[in-house]
């Protein structure tokens, strides 16, 4: 993975890049208590679930040699990689890649007259 290709490259202490790499599934704890009504564990899971925050903090604290949030970004990628999406709002279990197979298999099924 090329998160991981960069910290080795940029060295630094693998301790802290597994700690980021294991950190964003505390967003998992949003859902504790939800009653499906309000759309904040999904924010909340999504905001950590996405590249730019951790990329974003790489380029602010660049001068102090931030290479261990690549764990975040690994983790991204790896969750992607198995098929874990970015949260709906319609429940946990819902993510943008069953939205994404959904409309794929609405525009096979629509007949062009």
Same mark, same amino acid.
């Given at each position: 993975?090329?998160?991981?290709? #960069? ?11 597994? #700690?980021?790499?294991? =950190? ?7 859902? *504790? +208590?939800?009653?499906? $009504? ?14 730019? =925050?951790?990329? !974003?903090? *790489? ?5 102090? %040699?931030?290479?261990? #949030?690549? +764990?975040?970004?690994?983790?991204? !990628? ?7 999406? =970015? $949260?709906?709002? /319609?429940?946990?279990? %819902?993510?943008?890649? %069953? ?5 794929? /298999? /609405?525009? $096979?099924?629509? $007949?062009?007259?």
């Amino acid at each position: 993975m090329a998160a991981v290709a #960069l910290f080795i490259f940029f060295g630094g202490d693998w301790w802290l890049f597994g #700690l980021f790499a294991v =950190l964003p599934d505390l967003s998992i704890l949003a859902y *504790m +208590g939800d009653d499906g $009504k309000t759309r904040w564990p999904a924010f909340v899971y999504n905001t950590v679930h996405i590249y730019t =925050l951790p990329i !974003a903090l *790489m380029i602010v604290f660049w001068n102090f %040699q931030p290479a261990y #949030l690549l +764990g975040w970004v690994a983790h991204i !990628a790896i969750d992607r990689m198995f098929g874990f999406g =970015l $949260k709906s709002t /319609e429940g946990f279990r %819902q993510t943008h890649f %069953q939205l994404l197979d959904r409309s794929i /298999e /609405e525009i $096979k099924n629509d $007949k062009i007259p």
